[in-house]
């Protein structure tokens, strides 16, 4: 059964930079037919596609956070990353990672983690 | 960004009904479009992906269709763990965009 689970500080300040991990089990984040993905969901609100890293470190982001995120992925620990800078308040939400099939395989989210709250504030 | 807009953005039933939640895009995204239900305080977990293709494990009281533009999630009759929010979301392009979601709730 795979399984991922998100991990980093639950408290940021504005202006700086969000950093998570997402680890990954029972499957490996070096199979090609799965993209690594970010979601994110502000308390009470819907769902924010933030963008996904590929095994081979290629990566596609939402153009509306573009210039803030970078992901990053690291095969020996099964493990993919989000980092986002210059938080603000509207940045707060639950964070989740999520493996999105690729397109021969459905495309949708099958595995999601429990997703962790950040909250920016100072 | 392709929108999806969902209608109702909620509902009252009651266990047994038969419940439709429609989901529109403003274009045509062939039948690229998945159905997630979410409870409070958890992840979303897919029920529907490609239109129509029933998830690994979910009841079969759960179906959709529709392609193009126009998509609809079905539950044939209602039950106590179904009370949820549910939520569109198109695969056919980057950034893939949700509904803003259908509450779910007991009459």
């Known amino acids: 059964q795979v399984q991922l689970q998100e991990s980093g500080p639950g408290l940021v300040k504005p202006s700086e930079t969000l950093s998570l991990t997402c680890t990954v089990s029972?499957?490996?984040?070096?199979?090609?037919?799965?993209?690594w993905t970010w979601i994110r969901q502000p308390p009470g609100k819907g769902l924010e596609w933030i963008g996904y890293?590929?095994?081979?470190?290629?990566?596609t982001y939402n153009p509306s956070l573009n210039s803030r995120v970078i992901m990053s992925i690291d095969t020996s620990k099964n493990q993919f990353s989000l980092k986002m800078t210059s938080v603000t308040a509207a940045d707060t939400a639950v964070y989740y990672c999520?493996?999105?099939?690729?397109?021969?395989?459905?495309?949708?989210?099958?595995?999601w983690g429990q997703g962790t709250l950040v909250t920016v504030s100072s | 960004d392709i929108q999806m807009t969902q209608s109702p953005s909620s509902l009252s039933a009651s266990v047994g009904d038969r419940v439709t939640i429609t989901c529109r895009a403003s274009?045509?995204?062939?039948?690229?479009l998945n159905w997630y239900q979410q409870k409070p305080g958890k992840a979303p977990k897919v029920l529907i992906y490609?239109?129509?293709s029933l998830q690994s494990g979910v009841p079969s009281r759960f179906s959709g269709s529709g392609s193009g533009t126009d998509f609809t999630l079905t539950i044939s009759s209602l039950q106590p763990e179904d009370f949820a929010t549910y939520f569109c979301?198109?695969?056919?392009?980057?950034?893939?965009?949700f509904g803003q979601g259908t509450r779910v709730e007991i009459k």
């Open positions: 999520a493996r999105e099939r690729g397109r021969d395989y459905g495309d949708y989210f099958d595995y």
């Open positions: 029972g499957g490996s984040v070096s199979s090609g037919y799965f993209y």
């Open positions: 890293v590929y095994y081979s470190g290629s990566t």
């Open positions: 274009q045509n995204i062939r039948r690229f």
């Open positions: 490609a239109a129509s």
């Open positions: 979301q198109q695969s056919y392009s980057h950034p893939g965009t």
